[in-house]
């Protein structure tokens, strides 16, 4: 019986998302796969089109972890995040989406199956142009605020956090997570913080539970932006208030710095979307440097590593919780594994960016009720690019193919 093979490989991007990428893995029987990543969109697109069509193009989509080790061997020197991993990891979702709905099953029974029926989510306070929807420059703390926009959440938390955390408990969230100390690591380049800014920043955390009491779990994000001793001094000012966690607290280049800063407070540590591939994984648990274990699927290597790490911190008896700020099909694929893996604690999602530009581009977002994400319905993933996006004038695509 002949095989099918990979026939095409089209890229697609549009000027209004400026820093995502989305990536259609076509089989010779008509079935497409879809995936997504975000920043240094030329740099991927062209390694995409290059290297790696020059490789994928001809061969049998199935053999998902052969092409994983022939497209990734050249990026396993790479700690963090980078143009390798993400490139990577576009293609891995599309070639575990192909896969999926070749053979007609949701992709968590292709994962393993369900572990749960639904996952706890929490809302990351971000407003509807944060992040790799923010057409200009990144500056820790700043704010693209439309005041007419019922979900402008960042601008919320540094205005009135604690009617905030009201709204999003009215909604049905009991965990949100926030950045108020951001804007103060410009001016020293996150080498101090003033006892002033300290307070300041802190305030956010009070009025929170001044308002609601502990009804609602609040995660410190703290974006890498610190050296150890600031970072120290950030969870001390605000350990009594009582967070979930502290994320990121320094940066991913110094395991014994988060290992120290981690031993430094009875409050979890969270690391780190910023990493790829289990190797350096592998390092921050054999040095217990986090508590919990976070991934971006669509950085860290694609599903099938982040499955790998998944398994892995599983041994270490440490849950993990997949990240979610780079789009819609991303946010689907972490959907999926957090309800597959058994060690899964608690899934990050944007209400911002679901009420709003997310439906802009794709068919179908994670059913999401009461603070809970359920099983998406449908095979593969469960999302599709929509018509009208495609169709776009402003969208550009580029192909390659047999």
């Given at each position: ?279 350096s994984f592998r390092e921050m ?118």
């Open positions: 019986m002949k095989r099918h093979v990979i026939d095409e490989i089209k890229t697609f991007r549009n000027p209004e998302y400026p820093h995502i990428l989305w990536v259609e893995v076509k089989s010779s029987n008509g079935i497409k796969g879809l995936g997504e990543t975000s920043f240094d969109t030329d740099a991927v697109e062209g390694l995409i089109h290059g290297e790696f069509s020059s490789y994928l193009l001809g061969k049998d989509p199935d053999h998902l972890d052969r092409h994983w080790e022939e497209i990734a061997r050249k990026m396993r020197i790479i700690r963090g995040r980078g143009v390798d991993g993400s490139a990577v990891s576009a293609i891995d979702m599309a070639l575990w989406d192909l896969y999926a709905k070749n053979i007609k099953q949701p992709l968590y029974q292709v994962l393993g199956g369900l572990s749960r029926e639904k996952i706890r989510v929490y809302n990351t306070c971000a407003g509807y142009s944060y992040g790799v929807k923010r057409k200009g420059r990144f500056t820790p703390g700043s704010i693209d605020h439309h005041p007419e926009s019922i979900y402008e959440d960042q601008h919320a938390f540094m205005e009135n956090a604690g009617a905030l955390a009201q709204d999003l408990l009215s909604e049905g969230f009991t965990a949100m997570k926030i950045w108020p100390f951001d804007k103060y690591s410009s001016e020293s380049n996150g080498q101090f913080i003033s006892q002033c800014d300290l307070d300041e920043g802190t305030e956010p955390f009070i009025k929170i539970r001044e308002t609601v009491g502990n009804k609602i779990d609040v995660m410190v994000e703290m974006h890498s932006l610190w050296n150890l001793p600031s970072a120290v001094r950030i969870a001390k000012s605000v350990e009594p208030t009582l967070p979930f966690w502290f994320e990121d607290p320094v940066k991913m280049d110094n395991i014994d710095s988060l290992a120290e800063f981690r031993h430094s407070t009875h409050i979890a540590t969270t690391a780190s979307e910023t990493s790829a591939l289990r190797w648990f054999e040095k217990q440097a986090m508590t919990i274990c976070m991934l971006d699927i669509s950085w860290v290597g694609g599903i099938s590593e982040a499955k790998r790490i998944a398994s892995m911190a599983d041994a270490y008896q440490m849950p993990i919780a997949p990240h979610d700020c780079v789009g819609p099909v991303t946010l689907m694929f972490s959907v999926h594994l957090s309800l597959n893996a058994p060690n899964a604690l608690i899934q990050e999602t944007v209400r911002a960016y679901n009420a709003t530009w997310y439906k802009d581009i794709v068919d179908t977002l994670p059913e999401i009720v009461n603070g809970f994400a359920y099983p998406p319905k449908g095979f593969g993933c469960g999302t599709n690019l929509l018509d009208k996006f495609i169709l776009d004038e402003a969208t550009s695509t580029k192909v390659s193919s047999l």
